[in-house]
């Protein structure tokens, strides 16, 4: 299968910052990416989608100011976390599909801690 | 809106027996796809098993098989001669085939943990 790759697998930011969470598809063109949250012993849920040179499309009650989402290249998405809180501590995943892909490829997730 | 429910939060199968984990989804979209999805201990989404709504033939890959029954709008997942391997996370998925707005992205159930006793 195709390989998506996430960076960094975890992170531990103070409140306040903003961090950086990269997605790449490594081995095929990503015209569409997406990214989702799961908070521990739950689902995943969709925060964005992103389609490379466009605006990203958030879900309902995703703050678009607070969670940065640039898709600037057809092999990297970016997640960018704004003044980060403890809450907004989670399990980020990103995933990323080709034109000809019926399923989107996971990245391995980013562990992010804000304390 | 469309919902995807796993109402199995727990399941427990013996090594080498066989297990079904049970799945309903709700949606208005006559065309789609359903995915089952293992998540081990590592986080890492593995795709087990897809299938297009609009295929009558039930998907089935190796070990791993589904009974899609579209009118019910139930897809479940059959794990035979199960293994010690396949203890993990697994949740079930949707998403339409065609959507408008350019926002398609999975639609997960709560997940069900299959647990295997040697």
């Known amino acids: 299968g195709a390989v998506v790759s996430q960076h960094p697998s975890r992170v531990i930011c103070k409140s306040g910052t903003s961090v950086k969470i990269e997605c790449r598809s490594l081995d095929f063109q990503a015209t569409t990416m997406f990214w989702y949250r799961q908070f521990p012993k739950q689902s995943l849920m969709l925060m964005a989608t992103s389609n490379e040179g466009s605006k990203a499309t958030y879900e309902q009650g995703v703050e678009k100011d607070k969670f940065l989402i640039n898709h600037a290249s057809l092999t990297l998405s970016t997640l960018t976390v704004t003044s980060a809180h403890p809450e907004d501590s989670s399990f980020y995943i990103c995933?990323?599909?080709?034109?000809?892909?019926?399923?989107?490829?996971f990245g391995q997730g980013t562990r992010l801690t804000v304390v | 809106a469309q919902t995807v429910t796993q109402s199995q939060p727990e399941m427990s199968v013996q090594e080498a027996e066989t297990v079904t984990l049970s799945c309903t989804y709700d949606?208005?979209?006559?065309?789609?796809?359903l995915f089952w999805y293992k998540q081990p201990p590592s986080r890492q989404m593995i795709l087990v098993i897809r299938q297009e709504a609009y295929k009558q033939q039930n998907a089935t890959e190796n070990r791993f098989s589904v009974n899609f029954q579209k009118a019910a709008k139930s897809f479940s997942l059959k794990i035979s001669d199960s293994q010690l391997g396949d203890a993990a996370m697994y949740f079930c998925a949707y998403r339409p085939r065609y959507s408008g707005g350019g926002a398609d992205g999975l639609t997960f159930g709560k997940g069900t943990h299959l647990i295997i006793q040697p």
């Open positions: 949606t208005s979209e006559s065309d789609y796809y």
């Open positions: 995933s990323a599909r080709g034109d000809l892909n019926t399923e989107a490829f």
